[in-house]
């Protein structure tokens, strides 16, 4: 809208519950993954309110943790729509993105991204979930080309109870090329879902948590932070 001296506002919602990174800050701090049974139906809404904005035309070119608010009643909300692509209009723009979230065709041009640019970034959130480290570390230009060019470690090397369905999953829709990711953000999480539900989810969460506790230990320092912790020993879970 716009005051009677013709400065522009913009009103909007307040969510009072924050946003996923903030929710998964406690987690971070003791060493801890989040569990499946938590951020699961939250990046299932994720899901589908990017479907809903492609089905428009527009391509969110910016999903990240950050953006994902979150209200008490853990509805969802996807927000920050700044650097949305329309199709329908013919706006392309130039600006990057989130470098650490970025698709490969993204990071070559902002104006390639498509609908499945945001599904590879949707799938960059759920590989940090399930290992607990970024897909890719460095400077800006250097997380950008690895995107491009790397191929990524798959989930299971940090996190090995991972069942191999979720693998092949992640990796799909962190393909290189679009065409050969999952055909929406949806179909994405659905298929999470099913591999979730087709093994132990306690022990992807548990073991998860184990391997941060054990990685933690070795190093003397919290994996996430860096800070000098002591950690207790734990057990593997059968």
Not at 82 to 98: H, P
Not at 141 to 169: G, T, Y
Request: glycine share 6%; with cysteine.
């Amino acid at each position: 809208d716009q005051t009677s001296d013709g400065r522009h506002y913009i009103i909007m919602k307040y969510v009072p519950g924050g946003d996923l990174f903030e929710l998964l800050k406690p987690y971070e701090l003791d060493s801890k993954l989040m569990p499946v049974s938590h951020w699961l139906p939250l990046l299932r809404q994720a899901a589908e309110a990017l479907d809903f904005a492609h089905s428009h035309g527009i391509i969110h070119r910016d999903v990240k943790p950050q953006n994902i608010l979150i209200e008490n009643d853990n509805h969802i909300y996807l927000t920050d729509f700044g650097l949305g692509l329309d199709m329908s209009r013919g706006t392309v723009g130039n600006a990057f993105g989130t470098v650490r979230y970025i698709a490969p065709e993204q990071a070559r041009d902002s104006r390639l991204a498509e609908a499945k640019s945001d599904v590879y970034s949707l799938c960059v959130i759920v590989y940090e979930l399930l290992t607990g480290v970024p897909l890719f570390e460095g400077d800006l230009l250097q997380i950008a080309s690895m995107h491009m060019d790397d191929e990524p470690i798959p989930p299971r090397f940090h996190n090995p109870q991972l069942p191999i369905a979720v693998e092949k999953e992640i990796m799909k829709s962190l393909n290189k090329e679009p065409q050969h990711r999952h055909a929406s953000a949806s179909e994405f999480i659905e298929a999470i879902t099913t591999a979730v539900k087709n093994d132990d989810t306690v022990s992807i969460v548990g073991f998860g948590t184990f391997l941060l506790r054990e990685r933690a230990a070795r190093t003397g320092r919290n994996p996430k932070t860096g800070k000098a912790i002591e950690i207790a020993a734990s057990k593997s879970p059968a």
